[in-house]
């Protein structure tokens, strides 16, 4: 990516402090995990639910996170603050792929999840060829989450009503996409 043409405010932020990396997580990574994993702050509008036990984190970590299609963990140095994932939607002919994130409540507000998806952005549909489309789906009150996603370029397409069971209930939520065919992001 072109580092001077992609810069944007919250970028700017993040490069004022500190530099993130992308890479895949491990089992010794568990201890950090369990910072976010386990703040009722950040799971607010995740799909799981808190965690409330290490074993869950490395049952997690083992069993989903490493076997994972595409999860980067996000570090700054080599300790991991958060997750990025891309999630490829099955079903006949589909070119799409949905991007989901989340970060340690200490973290939050430097721009670093928009830094993430851009940077996620700029590989990703070089890594999958096929990929035309990646999007997100975020609850209607996230309004953070929507920020980030505009703030990387992506479309806000609209709401989808009772789209997604939240902890148990149908909710609404806004969806964005970005396209590879395109230079949306940057
Ligand atoms: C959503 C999340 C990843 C954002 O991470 P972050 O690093 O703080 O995001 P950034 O700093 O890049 O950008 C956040 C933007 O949202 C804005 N924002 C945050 N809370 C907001 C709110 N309640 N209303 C409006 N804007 C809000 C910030 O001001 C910032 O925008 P700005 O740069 O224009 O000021 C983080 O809050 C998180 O992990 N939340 C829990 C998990 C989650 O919701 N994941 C997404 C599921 S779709």
């Given at each position: 990516m072109d580092e001077n043409s992609a810069k944007s405010e919250g970028e700017e932020k993040v490069q004022e402090s500190f530099n993130i990396t992308l890479r895949p997580i491990a089992l010794p990574d568990v201890d950090d995990f369990m910072v976010w994993a386990t703040d009722d702050r950040v799971t607010k509008f995740c799909l799981w639910d808190t965690y409330t036990s290490k074993e869950q984190a490395v049952d997690y970590i083992k069993n989903q996170a490493i076997p994972h299609p595409w999860l980067r963990a996000i570090c700054i140095g080599d300790r991991v603050i958060g997750t990025i994932t891309v999630d490829p939607c099955s079903g006949f002919g589909s070119c799409r792929a949905e991007l989901g994130y989340v970060l340690a409540h200490?973290?939050?507000?430097?721009?670093i999840a928009t830094r993430a998806v851009k940077m996620v952005v700029s590989t990703i549909f070089k890594d999958w060829p096929h990929l035309q489309r990646l999007q997100a789906v975020v609850h209607v009150a996230n309004k953070g989450s929507q920020r980030v996603l505009e703030k990387a370029g992506?479309?806000?397409?609209g709401v989808l009503r009772s789209y997604v069971l939240f902890k148990g209930k149908p909710i609404d939520v806004v969806m964005f996409s970005t396209l590879g065919n395109h230079s949306s992001v940057g």
């Open positions: 200490k973290h939050w507000g430097k721009g992506f479309q806000r397409e």
